[in-house]
């Protein structure tokens, strides 16, 4: 792994202005939850409020997996019925001491670039998951489906741990809005099937599959929940945002979140280390800090109540 001064130098320069634009427009607006509604689908095959067929498609043999078929899953962490609009959730109960650490692993199709050119970056931040591993943490990782297949083997690791759970964070980090962030647009008539084939592609490792999902940058709209209702999903935002993305030190990625978190938290972090390069460093920081509070790093799907 690089030096932390070192991959501060070569990440900050570049991605400054991305920093201050997230600064500047904040969290993304459409957070409020949906009631849930029930949208009337055809026998047989899902279909998006929009028309677009969701076609089945067989998981493989022995996996958990399902291949984003609607209802497929419903015995999983996060499934809800399909033809509902899903549930939005920022936190779980405020009782008790459990919160949840979850870690979005993005890949956009200009991060694959990068990965291919003369001097790939590291969207794997090792620290992270070597960290939980040793202090036996559990976390919840919402996964890129294009990260899974970029990094298959540290996906496998990540099934392996039976205190790690696995969640949706859609096939290439695509925008669900217009204007979220820098993000480029999804069509919405891909939304449904970008989702399911994440969901495909996730459910190959088995482990502690789920049916949570978290939209890039959490921009959402009624719009783009309606796409999701074949699937039977929870979508999950969060209510402790770290900002550890273009960080440039830890100390102010532990402030947000120990300022934050409360009983029943969702914490939002990354484990992609090239663009979020201190989070490693202000992990050990926080589970101190939490630990000082009393409050105790638990699955996402015991945080929210199964």
């Given at each position: ?11 900050a ?30 026998a ?15 998981g ?26 899903p ?18 692993a ?27 591993e ?105 209510d ?67």
């Amino acid at each position: 792994m690089l030096v932390k001064n070192s991959r501060v130098l070569l990440t900050a320069a570049t991605l400054a202005l991305a920093a201050i634009v997230a600064l500047i427009v904040g969290p993304a607006p459409h957070r409020t939850p949906e009631r849930a509604a029930v949208l009337k689908l055809p026998a047989g095959a899902g279909t998006t409020a929009g028309g677009t067929a969701v076609t089945p498609t067989p998981g493989p043999s022995g996996q958990p997996g399902n291949g984003g078929r609607p209802g497929a899953d419903s015995a999983l962490p996060g499934a809800t019925p399909p033809g509902t609009l899903p549930p939005v959730v920022d936190h779980g109960p405020r009782t008790g001491r459990k919160v949840a650490l979850t870690f979005d692993a993005d890949m956009t199709d200009t991060m694959r670039r990068q990965l291919r050119g003369p001097h790939p970056p590291s969207y794997a931040n090792l620290a992270i998951v070597e960290l939980l591993e040793r202090e036996r943490v559990p976390a919840t990782f919402f996964l890129t489906g294009k990260w899974v297949e970029d990094y298959p083997e540290l996906t496998r690791r990540l099934a392996a741990n039976p205190r790690f759970e696995l969640a949706n964070h859609t096939y290439g980090h695509a925008a669900f809005t217009p204007r979220c962030y820098h993000l480029t647009s999804l069509p919405r008539r891909e939304m449904t099937r970008d989702v399911a084939r994440t969901f495909e592609v996730i459910g190959r490792y088995g482990g502690r599959q789920t049916r949570y999902f978290r939209f890039p940058g959490l921009c959402h709209d009624r719009a783009a929940l309606a796409e999701l209702a074949p699937l039977g999903v929870t979508v999950v935002d969060g209510d402790v945002v770290s900002g550890d993305p273009f960080a440039t030190a830890w100390q102010p990625i532990v402030r947000a979140v120990l300022s934050q978190v409360r009983p029943g938290s969702v914490i939002i972090l990354h484990v992609t280390e090239a663009n979020a390069a201190m989070t490693d460093e202000a992990l050990p920081r926080i589970l101190a800090g939490l630990a000082e509070r009393g409050l105790e790093p638990a699955p996402l799907s015991e945080v929210l109540g199964r």
